[in-house]
């Protein structure tokens, strides 16, 4: 079971970048997904979540409003879409999949994680 997480990268204050999390070893329209992330010298925080069908969704309120969350099951994939980039939004983002479907801010929930992928926002 593998979940490939990528995207990231460096943007400019105001600007925007899509994660894509692929997953191989299962299949993603079974689980409800979450994305989150980890700044430099603090703990790992919950940012989006989705249910296993997409129709409920599930955002942590700094990025409510800027990022959507997404899920593609015939590619087997699940996005981030993150506009209005903030410095504070520098991180490594990690997606995770949840086979109870609870979409949860919880990581306790999450049975797989990626490996993450960075993102840099500059001022």
């Known amino acids: 079971v593998q979940l490939q997480a990528c995207g990231g990268g460096l943007v400019q204050a105001g600007g925007s970048l899509r994660l894509s999390c692929a997953a191989s070893?299962?299949?993603?329209?079974?689980?409800?997904m979450g994305w989150f992330r980890q700044a430099p010298g603090k703990e790992r925080e919950f940012v989006a979540a989705?249910?296993?069908?997409?129709?409920?969704?599930y955002y942590a309120d700094s990025v409510k409003g800027r990022f959507t969350i997404s899920r593609d099951d015939a590619k087997n994939t699940v996005y981030l879409q993150m506009n209005s980039l903030k410095p504070e939004d520098t991180a490594v983002y990690y997606c995770?999949?949840?086979?109870?479907?609870?979409?949860?801010?919880?990581?306790?929930?999450?049975?797989?994680w990626g490996q993450g992928t960075l993102v840099t926002v500059s001022s």
């Open positions: 070893g299962l299949t993603l329209r079974n689980y409800a």
């Open positions: 995770a999949a949840d086979a109870a479907a609870t979409v949860s801010r919880f990581e306790y929930y999450y049975n797989y």
């Open positions: 989705i249910n296993w069908s997409g129709g409920v969704t």
